[in-house]
């Protein structure tokens, strides 16, 4: 018999860094979700990606108090980021894009970067082929401030 669904939770957690210090300790365990459990399980899965980058999780969670869960890849910005080269900066020390992008660039990238970044991120965008993969890429480079030459 099919275990009963009870809903399905967003979270962003970096990879290899899963501990039950909020954020996730407090959304997991308010859904009755074993927190340690999961840490273990999302540390495991994400050991072979670079350590730190945040990882786009959906956690589906049963009546069972069981879950399953789907990890993406990091968001195209934070590869954007990382491949300008842009120094951590602001509050919690990240990296930021353009004040005013369509006016200003902070940073340029190489379509061999972009291209880069398209391959790692196929699988979780709505893409055909690269080409396509490739131009939501420019979009988002365009809309942090990044030129893409």
Do not use: W
């Amino acid at each position: 018999m099919a275990k009963k669904l009870a809903g399905k939770m967003k979270l962003q957690v970096p990879a290899g860094a899963a501990n039950p210090s909020p954020p996730v300790g407090p959304a997991l365990g308010q859904r009755g979700i074993n927190i340690m459990e999961f840490c273990k399980a999302f540390n495991a899965k994400t050991q072979d990606m670079e350590p730190g980058a945040p990882c786009p999780t959906v956690i589906t969670y049963y009546s069972d108090k069981s879950f399953s869960m789907d990890i993406k890849t990091p968001p195209a910005s934070y590869y954007l980021k990382k491949a300008a080269g842009l120094k951590p900066v602001g509050k919690r020390n990240r990296p930021k894009g353009a004040v005013n992008p369509g006016r200003e660039t902070i940073a340029t990238v190489t379509i061999a970067q972009v291209r880069e970044i398209a391959e790692a991120k196929m699988k979780d965008l709505n893409a055909n082929d690269i080409e396509g993969a490739m131009q939501i890429i420019v979009g988002s480079a365009k809309s942090m401030g990044i030129e893409v030459k």
